[in-house]
């Protein structure tokens, strides 16, 4: 009811109403026209951090300047492809260890990977110091008895410390470390894209499986599936509730329906503001 009682000032509330009542089309043109600039700015809102660095703070702060000067760098965001054999000494099979290699050089040809390391680089390393540091011996070894002598030699040399950041001592789990220059959605998206289809191409029925991703972007990729998978059906029970307590506090199908609308419209115009803002 938008009359007020005689001798009564309306309300604000009564005057909106009024203005709203007596003009549903221009109320309803402008509530396209919003809708429309809303799911534009939707289709481009991304799960993850869209901009380097942290979005808690200004882009001008010492922190993300700081993630600016790091794309210079090798990079700070490791991400670690893991290693795991069925037995022991499953690391040292040829082919696994030229797969690893292949994985590691297909990756590091990204831009915002600044480098990486592995067991694999000891194995040439050694190789090399092996054959009086001729640099035409910097390969992979190909036999497997020459690569648990390296190994082996490479993990007593220096111990559990030396060794943890390449394999387990039992050489039958290990790690594949890339330091990655962002932790960007996107980034994280396309590189643990590239590792999958890499190694769905590659595998052919190794003895060691090797499946994505530990390390700071493991755990911002875990995050993303998360908010991914859970906010359509947040977003879903939210609505259901606040439609069920309006059905019954109005008593109208059609008032409830009014309520959900127009916080649908305002939810796409929220998301379509992250959108233009770059916000993830």
């Not at 000067?69 to 260890?97: A, C, I, K, M, S």
């Not at 050694?126 to 008895?145: A, F, K, Q, T, Y």
């Not at 996107?186 to 595998?203: D, K, M, V, W």
């Not at 059609?254 to 796409?268: E, N, P, S």
Request: glycine share 10%.
């Amino acid at each position: 009811d938008t009359q007020a009682a005689p001798g009564d000032e309306p309300t604000v509330l009564e005057r909106i109403a009024r203005i709203s009542y007596r003009r549903k089309g221009l109320v309803g043109g402008f509530a396209l026209v919003f809708l429309a600039i809303g799911l534009v700015g939707l289709s481009r809102v991304e799960v993850g951090e869209m901009q380097p660095g942290s979005p808690i703070f200004w882009q001008s702060s010492e922190y993300n300047r700081a993630e600016v000067v790091n794309n210079r760098f090798t990079g700070t965001n490791p991400y670690l492809p893991y290693l795991e054999g069925q037995r022991e000494f499953d690391l040292w099979d040829p082919e696994v260890v030229r797969k690893v290699h292949l994985l590691q050089q297909h990756l590091e040809e990204r831009k915002d990977v600044g480098g990486g390391r592995s067991y694999v680089d000891v194995l040439i390393r050694m190789n090399r110091v092996s054959h009086d540091n001729d640099p035409r011996w910097e390969i992979l070894p190909r036999n497997r008895g020459i690569i648990g002598e390296f190994l082996v030699r490479f993990s007593t040399s220096g111990g559990p410390e030396a060794a943890k950041g390449y394999f387990e001592m039992d050489f039958r789990e290990g790690a594949l470390t890339l330091f990655v220059k962002d932790h960007r959605g996107r980034t994280i998206r396309e590189i643990i894209g590239e590792t999958e289809a890499f190694l769905a191409n590659n595998h052919d029925n190794l003895c060691v499986d090797i499946r994505p991703a530990a390390g700071t972007i493991g755990v911002y990729a875990a995050i993303m599936d998360e908010i991914k998978r859970g906010q359509v059906g947040n977003l879903l029970m939210i609505s259901t509730a606040i439609f069920l307590f309006c059905l019954v506090t109005f008593r109208s199908f059609v008032a409830a329906f009014m309520i959900i609308l127009t916080l649908g419209l305002g939810c796409i115009i929220t998301y379509a503001a992250m959108g233009y803002g770059k916000i993830g």
